[in-house]
Structure formats: C-alpha cells, structure tokens
C-alpha cells in the first residue's frame, strides 16, 4: 500500500515572483491536504545537504546555490497515493516537456529554476519530510 503523506518545497524563483499562493492553491484544489508547512530559507550547508544524492551530478552546485538564494515554502501533504499524484500534478522537470495546467509549465522558468520540488518515492518523502519537520511540527 502506498504511503499517503509526500514532500514538497516551492522554490525561491516562485516564492520571489509570488506563486505561493497560487500553487498552495492548485495543491488543494488537488484534494491533498496541509500536514505541516514553514516558510524558511535553506543555508548553503543545508541546500547541499538535502541535495546529497545529486552530488556528482554536473548541475549541483547550481542546485544548491539557486536554492539557498531566497526563501522557500516546505510542507507536507496527505492524499491517497500522494506522491504519484503529486508528481503528475507538478509535471516534468523541463517545464517545457510539462504537459499543460501543471505546475512546473505555469510557474517554472527552467529546469534549473523551477518553480517546484516534489518527492519521488515514498521513501524519499520520509526523509524530506524529515529534514524539515520535528514530529510537533506535523498535524
């Protein structure tokens, strides 16, 4: 049975340009439901920290300094099948690939300034989760 609880982050670019509230908005027009959110802005140490996997990776270190430039929204969402359908919400990494009325095709820039992140397993939600939120900080 899948886990019903995924990970997301709202990115600098679409924080600074004020898509917060409209994205939140397509999130739980969506049906998932607010567990836990902060916004909060990721230090250097904590962009590369939470972006470990992707380490020797050629696009890291413009990861990780793109996500530490400003504030972020980080939350938690619940839905039946969460992350699967989070992430057919959100669409595909190149908003140019992302099908139309996704998220990532309305407010993302680039695949290197996007608007959205979104856990990609059930296991990885946990641990996203997990960095962000102590267990009093999630409803």
Same mark, same amino acid.
């Given at each position: 049975m899948p886990y019903n609880q995924t990970f997301m982050m709202i990115k600098p670019i679409a924080f600074r340009n004020n898509h917060a509230g409209p994205i939140l908005h397509m999130i739980t027009e969506a049906g998932f439901r607010l =567990? *836990?959110?902060?916004?909060?802005?990721?230090?250097a140490k904590q962009a590369c920290d939470f972006y470990a996997v992707h380490s020797d990776k050629y696009f890291y270190e413009e990861l990780t300094s793109f996500m530490s430039s400003g504030p972020i929204v980080a939350a938690i969402l619940e839905k039946e099948n969460a992350v699967a359908d989070f992430?057919?919400?959100i669409g595909a990494t190149d908003p140019a =690939? *992302?099908?139309?009325?996704t998220i990532r095709k309305l407010y993302a820039e680039s695949m290197s300034h996007n608007a959205v992140h979104g856990s990609d397993s059930d296991e990885?939600?946990?641990?996203?989760s997990d960095f962000f939120f102590s267990k009093m900080e999630r409803f």
């Open positions: =567990k *836990a959110m902060k916004i909060t802005r990721l230090t992430r057919k919400l =690939k *992302a099908e139309e009325g990885n939600a946990l641990i996203e």
